[in-house]
């Protein structure tokens, strides 16, 4: 069954800040939103999505 992380949880989960995650929404990063509800992440497709738009994990995130 597929989990369905918060904005908190994927930051937690990735390592990462909110500031990141805005700038990964921004440039792009695929994420779901029902009508008046918070913004949810699919960490597959995170995970796709950042290696596809060139980002590799180091110690952090970067291009």
């Keep these: 069954?597929?989990?369905y992380l918060t904005g908190k949880e994927l930051c937690k989960?990735?390592?990462i800040s909110t500031t990141?995650?805005?700038k990964f929404r921004k440039a792009g990063m695929?994420?779901?939103q029902l009508p008046g509800g918070r913004p949810f992440y699919l960490i597959d497709q995170v995970l796709?999505?950042?290696r596809k738009a060139g980002y590799h994990q180091e110690?952090?995130?970067t291009k």
């Design 48 to 50: 796709v999505w950042l």
């Design 30 to 32: 695929s994420y779901h």
């Design 13 to 15: 989960a990735l390592g």
């Design 20 to 22: 990141l995650l805005y």
């Design 1 to 3: 069954m597929t989990k």
């Design 59 to 61: 110690k952090v995130w």
